[in-house]
């Protein structure tokens, strides 16, 4: 029973291409870089600044005065983050079935050696439950800040040890732009990933020139202070001969409308935890995915 249920998850797999993810609730620039349908990429996390005005206190002849404090500007980063995920969704693919989902844990490290530039390298690994799936991702990318817009370029390698050692390679560029209104933060966006091997008779699973191209637009909404808010987001997926239908032939066009919604709670300044919903529809009779899917997940972040 567990071959059989083996041999259909690889068969599905690969009739996808065997497309890699990320989680949508990863905390760091580069682990939300790397997601493709369930979290666009953001701005670098600012230096951390603190000030207090300078106040002066006046009884009778002695004045004192409150000095400012600024604390030195954070050129690096290291993130660390863990979760599950009830399906393995991965632009607009089932990859593992109904019930079978994800646990994952992933890290990464942020330098910023100019302003508005950062450099982010990181690795993240996940376990199917119920079948016998494990991937590793190792990425890497640059963003720059053009005041609110930020573009991002970057490379993700995908390898599948449970499943004859396959692997991939992607390139990926992002445009992504924040916008304030009030307390609200909308960020719409752009990604546009590029397989480039290695081919399918070369121990890689799709055509080196397949893309993937999503649109998305995603939003924070404060509900307390700054430690709890609501972060909905709606996505557009558009393939180029990726995703594969259940007929095994590939296509070009719309691939899937999605829509999720995040409660993300800051518990220290360093530790968080977040939970999500989400909804994908497909139109393309996607393999191995429903019409109508959804599902939840939850994770734990570290940030330092």
């Given at each position: 029973?567990?071959?059989?249920?083996?041999?259909?998850?690889?068969?599905?797999?690969?009739?996808?291409?065997?497309?890699?993810?990320?989680?949508?609730?990863?905390?760091?620039?580069?682990?939300?870089?790397?997601?493709?349908?369930?979290?666009?990429?953001?701005?670098?996390?600012?230096?951390?600044?603190?000030?207090?005005?300078?106040?002066?206190?006046?009884?009778?002849?002695?004045?004192?005065?409150?000095?400012?404090?600024?604390?030195?500007?954070?050129?690096?980063?290291?993130?660390?983050?863990?979760?599950?995920?009830?399906?393995?969704?991965?632009?607009?693919?089932?990859?593992?079935?109904?019930?079978?989902?994800?646990?994952?844990?992933?890290?990464?490290?942020?330098?910023?050696?100019?302003?508005?530039?950062?450099?982010?390298?990181?690795?993240?690994?996940?376990?199917?439950?119920?079948?016998?799936?494990?991937?590793?991702?190792?990425?890497?990318?640059?963003?720059?800040?053009?005041?609110?817009?930020?573009?991002?370029?970057?490379?993700?390698?995908?390898?599948?040890?449970?499943?004859?050692?396959?692997?991939?390679?992607?390139?990926?560029?992002?445009?992504?732009?924040?916008?304030?209104?009030?307390?609200?933060?909308?960020?719409?966006?752009?990604?546009?990933y590029l397989n480039v091997g290695p081919d399918v008779n070369n121990?890689?699973?799709?055509?080196?020139?397949?893309?993937?191209?999503?649109f998305r637009v995603d939003a924070s909404i404060p509900v307390y202070?700054?430690?709890?808010?609501?972060?909905?987001?709606?996505?557009?997926?558009?393939?180029?001969?990726?995703?594969?239908?259940?007929?095994?032939?590939?296509?070009?066009?719309?691939?899937?409308?999605?829509?999720?919604?995040?409660?993300?709670?800051?518990?220290?300044?360093?530790?968080?935890?977040?939970?999500?919903?989400?909804?994908?529809?497909?139109?393309?009779?996607?393999?191995?995915?429903?019409?109508?899917?959804?599902?939840?997940?939850?994770?734990?972040?570290?940030?330092?």
């Open positions: 029973m567990i071959k059989k249920i083996l041999t259909v998850v690889v068969g599905s797999l690969l009739a996808v291409q065997l497309a890699g993810a990320q989680v949508d609730t990863g905390s760091s620039t580069g682990a939300q870089a790397l997601s493709e349908a369930r979290s666009a990429p953001t701005s670098p996390s600012a230096p951390a600044t603190e000030t207090v005005d300078v106040v002066a206190v006046s009884s009778g002849k002695n004045i004192k005065e409150v000095v400012v404090v600024e604390e030195p500007e954070k050129w690096w980063s290291v993130n660390a983050s863990t979760g599950w995920d009830s399906l393995y969704m991965f632009r607009g693919v089932n990859i593992l079935g109904n019930g079978h989902g994800l646990y994952w844990l992933g890290g990464d490290v942020g330098i910023t050696p100019w302003a508005n530039g950062t450099f982010t390298a990181g690795i993240w690994y996940g376990v199917g439950t119920g079948v016998d799936y494990q991937e590793l991702n190792v990425f890497a990318n640059y963003t720059h800040s053009f005041g609110p817009l930020d573009a991002t370029f970057g490379w993700i390698y995908y390898y599948y040890p449970t499943l004859d050692h396959i692997s991939q390679n992607e390139l990926f560029w992002a445009l992504a732009y924040n916008a304030e209104v009030g307390s609200v933060t909308i960020t719409p966006s752009a990604t546009y121990g890689g699973w799709t055509q080196p020139a397949a893309s993937y191209l999503l202070q700054e430690i709890v808010s609501l972060d909905p987001w709606v996505g557009y997926g558009l393939n180029f001969d990726f995703n594969s239908r259940n007929d095994g032939s590939f296509f070009n066009g719309g691939n899937n409308f999605e829509l999720g919604l995040s409660l993300p709670v800051q518990i220290t300044s360093w530790f968080s935890v977040s939970g999500y919903v989400a909804y994908s529809y497909q139109w393309q009779e996607l393999v191995n995915t429903d019409e109508n899917t959804w599902w939840a997940g939850a994770s734990a972040s570290f940030s330092f």
